[in-house]
């Protein structure tokens, strides 16, 4: 009964599967809708993402930090050198700038959460290696 | 049935009451969890807020800019000279730096959304006179 419900973004418009410039940095689908662009003043672009089960992205890190808030399903969120923290809705992700660390839904669960990109103007995003499949794949 | 429900940040925790010197420039009860504080490097608090049925703030303006993310409920968002809007959850709301308006719930409905400060460094929210009731007393 989950699936339907949690295959969207609860709240928030769910929008389009990623283009592939970005979607290559990920293990399976993505949506994301994008709240608060880039080109703005507000210097703090917002997406609304939604990932299928079992997609994660790859290692990353972004120059002004990011923080995740997450509205639906179940995931994970794991920084280098740290266990695996899972996550649910209510949860709060705060990373700091330059802090190498990856995200995503549970093997069986959809998994959404608003980007809250900060400092924007310090930079994009830093994509990096995969994650591991042994170190995903002992996550429950 | 809907009031037990939207009395709660649906998602994110509820919080407090707003203190004394905040709860001034608002017509009722408003609760504040901070997701995100103001003492760190991401330069954008983001604060759960949630306002009683009736419940609205008082003209201000924000030196950096503010998104609202409406999760839950039924409010309002007004700029000065512009007619006011009807929010309703997956609403965003972008006030640029230094535009007056005020926010809050309709007559008969809890309203939740999530503030984000931008440029949060740029300074502290300005607080003005409140809304002229015969201004909120015609909304619907």
Redesign the interface.
């Known amino acids: 009964m989950d699936k339907p419900i949690l295959s969207e973004s609860?709240?928030?418009?769910k929008g389009d599967e990623l283009p592939e410039f970005l979607s290559k940095y990920f293990t399976g689908k993505v949506w994301v809708s994008m709240?608060?662009g880039r080109d703005?003043?507000?210097?703090?672009p917002?997406g609304n993402v939604t990932f299928e089960p079992g997609c994660i992205n790859n290692w990353h890190k972004h120059p002004g930090?990011q923080?995740l808030?997450v509205?639906g399903g179940r995931g994970y969120y794991q920084e280098e050198g740290k266990p695996a923290r899972e996550l649910k809705?209510?949860d709060?992700v705060?990373i700091?700038?330059d802090v190498k660390h990856w995200h995503g839904a549970a093997h069986d669960s959809w998994f959404v959460h608003?980007s809250?990109e900060?400092?924007a103007n310090a930079g994009p995003a830093e994509w990096l290696e995969p994650v591991a499949d042994e170190e995903y794949n002992k996550l429950k």
Request: hydrophobic residues 50%; negative net charge.
């Open positions: 609860v709240i928030f418009p709240l608060v703005n003043e507000f210097n703090c917002i930090g923080i808030l509205t809705p209510g709060v705060t700091a700038p608003l809250v900060t400092n």
